[in-house]
């Protein structure tokens, strides 16, 4: 067991373009942690140019597969190979409607197990709400200003349009939750962060609650210091670069999101249709007797079209509209990183400045100018080593999603 917080892997002085590329792969990236360079962040490879290979290291074979074996299951994803090394396991399960005076809301079962140090014991079971979630993530972006957190779900549902508290939606939102927390418990910072700790095992979390800001780290009331309108000079090129990517990533997504959403609504339309046509060569067979048995048939084609198209629209809407918001949801938390460090560095060069003008009194560099310096060459490490973190478990989440979806629609065809 670890008693103590594991160094967060830094990139150091490696610049982005020796990062991978996130639409890169290839048979070495994926056979470990080492990941190979790509010649740069933003000009994909194509895919022609390379064998196509599984994570494994096995080659994927492009041509039709000869049945409907699924593709999903040749799939290896790394964070299945490193189970035994890992010391704390959460889930959230089990969710719970509950009906007071004043609201109605439901909560959600979170059981922690755990052979850490730091914890008394192996196992803990709480419940919590939606609203402690968020205090959660609050808390870790006030603390850990330098990191990525992930995203949550978004807490707000248009009435009328979903219900939220039917079954499917609440069991999405548990998935996400439960996604949320396993993202956190995966991060060599975040998962030994105080106020994860507390999420976890307090019976009464509202206490944490009422204590406010008092909680809140040096390195976040930094991230708050008001520059005085002092302008960034220029964001490093590595940054820049990210931030680019970042906007892009954005805009490509939500166009797919919307699309999706499109075309779901589309099957959905299309779904009532064919309910309603297929009792229509029923009817007509019970008045036709010659023509029976083939209208029959064509009735219970209709059946079996419309039990499939079904099943798709719901692996769409459960599996596949998801994961596109987490990353669209992400990739803007990513974008908030990027300001404070940029605040940072502001506040660095605004101190720099000032120092320079009085060099001819004080030749040496103040402490507090110092240790500024620091806290930027801190925020630019800890923020290449989550994008990397980033970029490797947003490639493994769609090469999974997409042959996922790939082999649930050759499913669909051949039914």
């Not at 373009?17 to 990941?35: F, I, K, Q, V, Y």
């Not at 064998?51 to 999903?72: F, M």
């Not at 190979?81 to 004043?102: G, I, S, Y």
């Not at 820049?240 to 970042?246: H, Q, S, V």
Request: charged share 30%; proline share 6%; with cysteine.
């Amino acid at each position: 067991a670890a008693s103590a917080p594991k160094p967060l892997p830094s990139s150091g002085p490696k610049s982005l373009r020796e990062m991978p590329h996130p639409l890169a792969t290839s048979s070495s990236e994926e056979m470990g942690p080492a990941l190979t360079p790509s010649p740069d962040l933003l000009l994909p490879r194509s895919i022609a140019d390379k064998d196509l290979s599984l994570p494994n290291g096995t080659p994927v074979d492009t041509s039709s597969p000869a049945s409907s074996s699924s593709l999903l299951n040749r799939l290896q994803l790394d964070d299945d190979l490193d189970v035994e090394t890992r010391d704390l396991f959460v889930t959230v399960d089990d969710p719970k409607k509950h009906v007071c005076t004043m609201e109605t809301y439901i909560t959600y079962r979170v059981t922690t197990k755990t052979t850490r140090a730091e914890f008394d014991l192996p196992e803990y079971s709480v419940r919590r709400r939606y609203q402690d979630f968020d205090w959660l993530r609050n808390k870790l972006e006030e603390s850990q200003p330098t990191h990525l957190i992930p995203p949550l779900p978004e807490k707000f549902v248009v009435k009328g349009v979903v219900d939220r508290f039917s079954e499917e939606f609440v069991e999405t939102r548990r998935k996400a939750l439960d996604k949320f927390l396993k993202r956190i418990t995966d991060h060599p910072v975040l998962s030994f962060n105080e106020h994860f700790s507390i999420f976890l095992t307090a019976k009464d979390l509202n206490a944490y609650k009422k204590q406010g800001m008092a909680l809140l780290s040096k390195m976040g009331e930094s991230v708050k210091y008001v520059t005085g309108g002092y302008k960034l000079r220029s964001r490093p090129l590595e940054f820049a670069a990210i931030g680019d990517y970042l906007d892009t990533f954005s805009l490509k997504l939500g166009t797919i999101d919307r699309i999706a959403q499109r075309i779901i609504k589309e099957q959905l339309e299309y779904l009532v249709e064919l309910r309603e046509y297929g009792p229509v060569y029923s009817t007509w067979g019970g008045l036709e007797v010659e023509l029976s048995e083939p209208l029959e048939g064509v009735s219970a084609c209709i059946g079996n079209c419309c039990t499939a198209l079904e099943e798709l629209s719901e692996d769409m809407t459960e599996d596949f509209l998801p994961v596109l918001r987490e990353y669209i949801l992400y990739a803007e938390s990513m974008k908030n990183v990027l300001k404070k460090r940029d605040q940072v560095q502001a506040e660095y060069e605004a101190k720099l400045e000032a120092v320079a003008l009085k060099r001819e009194d004080r030749p040496k560099v103040p402490t507090d100018v110092e240790k500024c310096q620091d806290r930027v060459e801190c925020f630019n490490a800890d923020l290449k080593a989550d994008m990397e973190r980033w970029q490797s478990n947003k490639r493994q989440d769609f090469r999974q999603l997409l042959m996922g979806m790939a082999d649930k629609n050759i499913q669909y065809y051949e039914k």
